[in-house]
């Protein structure tokens, strides 16, 4: 059974019914749209049909215009120019966007991947020595770098111009909160400057920042803010990459970033790129509309999988210079290597849930969850933490020991901010970095356990109660007979969905149970039943409560909360309810 939750249901505001008048649309969607901040009918228009138009110019971004100038530069002074790339599915279609655009302006770039495991995450200065050494005359950071301190003096003595783009947390001063940086050519980053007064889209991903700055390079190769017609085709084009690292990197999914995904997700479908498109067929998933559930569970999981078992090299060859067979072939081994991924992290996570209620870390008082073995695999910890994390509602720190190391991938929970948490704890790291809901940090073995107390206490201080359960925030009370395929059109203008702009869930309260439940599933985990409310009926499922079926006999009465989804069978459609939480009245 489901671990109990809170709902938080939104008060019905005031408001609703005038915008819902306005916008032409229903009560439920108007209420939606205010509990997104979105009060007025115009920003009720733009979200409900997004436009490119409504993207910001580059130029707002922190030192973009100087970095876009000095890329230019080197396209036309054919210099070699190499992009320094992360190894997840952010940094990865980063590094595919600026390989792209600087291709399509004439120039030519190649790319470097840092090993996950033998190399470690961000910039490191025996790679930078390398690529100097190797006749690198720019290099361009991506999806990593803001903390690269050294590796940045590396490349300075070597006179060799370093532009670092990133989207994660930056270094302080010691006892002061101005920024320590990297001393380099510049930093291109959505949340520098922002005192004056900054960029309006603070939670750009990194493939975000690398789709902005190509469209910088674009403005500065012509010398105008409007770009050529063929550069403009290749940005649209491009979108399908930002989206991807934009979904999988979890960011808000708010403003900008929810119009690139938007078109992105398109794009997909459309796509002349011969990697995506060998991608999306090795998924099964070619001619079909794809939204923001295909990226994160099926197509991102793919390109993740080569770097966490072994190198991303690959995933980006695929997405850049890969012919339309090699992109195949790369794409059927990403789907092999993500197989295999799937079943070390099945038995990973067997053994992390052993670990924790063995010690009794599963108690009401425990705040925080540090959990590290000899055997796990550094490359599929992460993924792991996020199930502990769905499981126990816990920040969780996950530690895969080697030769006296631990290297770490950690996930969190709303209101606890990891990258600063781990700020807290830096004593016992080597390194850290990342964000507020995901970082990476690696530490001595000796040390693992004073790290655990310290992280701890450090969650202990910042965590109530309260945060501990998870929160269900509703979207609005809903009857039955309101939630329609008419309402169901509506909803889907609302997409795409993820972090920042979650599904809209509805309760219906004092439905009434109308016959006795079904388990199905393969192991009758899960529950199906039907409900009545007036005269109105709805099927619903309800994943993974299966344990329900003998505690609710017909006329039971309980309130759901539900996600209304769309089933289609024998070439009917119809609507059916997802419980996600339900209560007995």
Known sequence: MQRAKRWNIAPPDPAAQDLASRLKTSRLIAQILLNRGVREPDAGRDFLAPSLKTLHEPAAIFNLTAASHRIAQAIREKQRIVIYGDYDVDGITATAILWHAIRCLGGAAEFYIPHRIEEGYGLNPDAIAQLCGNGAQLIISVDCGVTAI????????????????????????????????????????????????????????????????????????????????????????????AALGTIADVVPLQGE?????????????????????????????????????????????????????????????????????????????????????????????????????RNGWDADGQRALVLGAENWHPGVIGIVASRIVERFHRPT???????????????????????????????????????????????????????????????????????????????????????????????????????????????CRNVSVVSPPRRVGKTSQHLQMQVRQANQCMKCIAFGQGDLAEKLPPGTAIDIAVEPSLNEYNGRTSVELEVKDLQVV
């Not at 509309?289 to 793919?302: E, I, Y």
């Not at 720190?397 to 631990?406: E, Q, S, T």
């Open 150 to 241: 050294e590796p940045a003096q590396v490349a300075r003595s070597r006179g060799v111009d370093l532009i670092i783009t990133d989207h994660h947390e930056w270094r302080h001063q010691d006892g002061s909160t101005s920024p320590l940086l990297p001393d380099c050519h510049s930093i291109v980053h959505p949340r520098l400057g922002e005192q004056t007064p900054g960029y309006p889209n603070p939670h750009l991903c990194g493939a975000g920042v690398a789709f902005k700055l190509a469209w910088g390079i674009g403005q500065a190769v012509i010398g105008a803010t409007k770009v050529s017609a063929e550069f403009r085709n290749f940005l649209i084009d491009a979108t399908a990459l």
């Open 257 to 357: 970033n929810r119009v690139l995904a938007h078109f992105g997700l398109s794009g997909l479908r459309r796509t002349r790129l011969n990697g995506l498109r060998a991608l999306i067929a090795s998924a099964g998933l070619t001619g079909q509309s794809l939204d923001s559930f295909h990226v994160g569970f099926l197509l991102a999981p793919r390109l993740n999988a080569c770097g966490r078992m072994g190198h991303a090299q690959l995933a980006v060859e695929m997405l850049t210079s890969a012919s339309e067979e090699k992109a195949r072939e790369i794409a059927e081994y990403l789907d092999q290597q993500n197989r295999a991924r799937q079943a070390i992290e099945r038995k990973i996570l067997d053994e992390a849930i052993e670990q924790v209620t």
């Open 397 to 507: 720190v996950m530690l895969a020991i080697n030769n006296g190391h631990a290297q770490g991938s950690a996930r969190s929970i709303s209101g606890f901010h990891l990258a600063r948490a781990l700020d807290a704890c830096t004593g016992c790291l080597e390194t850290h970095g990342g964000h507020e809901m995901a970082a990476g940090l690696k530490l001595h073995t000796a040390r693992v356990d004073e790290f655990r107390a310290a992280f701890c206490e450090h969650a202990g201080q910042c965590l109530t109660d309260d945060m501990l359960v998870p929160e269900m925030k509703i979207d609005a009370l809903a009857q039955l007979q309101e939630i329609t395929l008419g309402l169901m059109g509506d909803l889907a203008r609302l997409g795409p969905f993820g972090h920042g702009n979650r599904r809209p869930l509805f309760v």
